[in-house]
């Protein structure tokens, strides 16, 4: 009698965990997301590099395929979490930031200002039945390449070509860049 209670009460607390594996909070879906498209644009981006010094194959891989790379991710995530980028130095209309995104982004450039330590803390935002997760991203070495001062004249005349309206070159090393936010509706 004794024993069949302690399998009983056993099972029920496995089970409990096992249903609770499930339930990952909103925040954390959001975060694994983020990692999932930032990790992913950045191997494909190195191994792009690496490919071809001067840098042609990584700007035609950026224009072509990290539009597709973000929709195939978002295939791949359940349907309640959507991820993206966005900038206030837009390239890609397609990025284009809502007023949201605008309030985030400048705080965030402000404490990138000040070299304040919220700079580099992910942000998380409740709107109703959504929880947004922003990380923000700066430019390091390797972004200068096609977001900085100096861009080469091949790369150059591929972002003009692509993007006329082009609003992210002449940034400096430490810059903000933008954010990775993800999207995550409650089901
Ligand atoms: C080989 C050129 C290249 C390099 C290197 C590069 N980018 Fe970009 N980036 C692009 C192009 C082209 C786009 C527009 C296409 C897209 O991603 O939608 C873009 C878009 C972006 C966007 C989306 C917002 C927007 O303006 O459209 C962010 C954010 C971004 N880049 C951040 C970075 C960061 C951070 C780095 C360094 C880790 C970096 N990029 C390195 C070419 C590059």
Redesign the pocket.
């Known amino acids: 009698m004794k024993l069949s209670l302690l399998t009983t009460s056993l099972l029920l607390t496995g089970s409990l965990y096992a249903s609770g594996a499930h339930h990952v909070s909103a925040t954390q879906e959001g975060i694994n997301a983020i990692k999932l498209l930032g990790k992913t644009?950045?191997s494909n981006?190195k191994a792009?590099?690496q490919e071809d010094s001067n840098?042609t194959?990584?700007?035609?891989?950026?224009?072509s395929e990290?539009?597709n790379i973000?929709a195939q991710i978002n295939e791949k995530l359940p349907s309640n979490v959507k991820v993206r980028?966005?900038?206030l130095?837009?390239?890609?209309?397609?990025?284009?930031p809502d007023a949201t995104d605008m309030r985030i982004m400048k705080k965030y450039q402000d404490a990138i200002k000040k070299h304040s330590a919220s700079a580099t803390l992910m942000t998380t935002v409740k709107e109703g039945e959504t929880t947004r997760v922003y990380k923000p991203?700066?430019?390091?070495?390797?972004?200068?390449?096609?977001?900085g001062e100096n861009i080469a004249p091949n790369?150059a005349s591929?972002?003009q070509a692509?993007?006329p309206e082009?609003?992210?070159t002449g940034l400096k090393d430490g810059d903000f860049?933008?954010?990775?936010v993800a999207e995550v509706t409650k089901n």
């Open positions: 644009l950045k981006l792009k590099l840098g194959a990584a700007i035609t891989f950026c224009t990290a539009q973000t980028r966005t900038s130095n837009l390239r890609n209309l397609a990025n284009k991203l700066v430019v390091g070495g390797v972004c200068l390449k096609c977001h790369i591929a972002i692509a993007y082009d609003n992210a860049r933008g954010v990775i």
